[in-house]
């Protein structure tokens, strides 16, 4: 398996040219289609991270892939990240968050530290994963910080996983900002253009129906 740039973002992420980030936090999602939540948790984790992958698995471990097809999604990702700093864009073969750790650890050079951004909802979907073996979690967040920011409430992790959690402090509100809305006013007609990063507003409108 192996991790897939379409979109690297420039020496903006690097303390000088040609230098690997220290820190990168890779950020997947089904991004169907970006919202300004996704875009507001990936500024936050630049507070911890040089860069940010966001990253869009082939497969996903807990829904279908439906809509907009793998190579719109790639698309409206990389007009995002092009729009901002520090953002790149990536596919994995991996859908589970350690599957896309691991294929980023070999994707890039073995100094950068690797953390896992996600929602509060993704946290907890992590931790309480069935991986067939006991122990799974404990293991990747050993070696890969989740960091972690507060969608419709603060994420509490178990005793004794704490130290390797991060807390992001997210600027706004994004509790109500999900893709499923986003689609969900498009069919209802109703105003969704500003739950999307502006860059992909026209996009959205095409793949999506007005």
């Known amino acids: 398996m192996a991790l897939t740039f379409h979109y690297r973002c420039g020496d903006c992420c690097r303390s000088e040219p040609g230098d690997t980030p220290a820190r990168v936090g890779l950020l997947p999602g089904a991004w169907n289609p970006p919202t300004v939540a996704h875009l507001g948790i990936a500024r936050a984790a630049l507070e911890w991270a040089d860069e940010v992958v966001l990253v869009l698995p082939r497969a996903f471990p807990h829904k279908g892939f439906e809509g907009a097809s793998f190579e719109d999604r790639i698309d409206m990702l990389c007009e995002v990240a092009a729009s901002e700093q520090g953002l790149s864009v990536a596919s994995s073969d991996g859908g589970l968050y350690l ?112």
């Open 99 to 210: 599957e896309i750790a691991e294929e980023a650890a070999e994707a890039l050079q073995p100094q950068t530290e690797i953390g896992l951004v996600c929602g509060r909802d993704a946290a907890e979907r992590i931790a309480t994963w069935d991986y067939g073996m006991p122990g799974v979690f404990e293991s990747m967040i050993a070696r890969y910080p989740l960091l972690v920011a507060g969608r419709a409430g603060k994420y509490v992790p178990a005793p004794g996983h704490s130290h390797r959690i991060v807390t992001l402090p997210v600027a706004g509100s994004f509790d109500e900002v999900s893709s499923s809305e986003i689609r969900r006013r498009i069919r209802a007609g109703e105003r969704w253009q500003d739950l999307v990063p502006k860059t992909i507003v026209s996009r959205v409108a095409e793949l999506y129906g007005r």
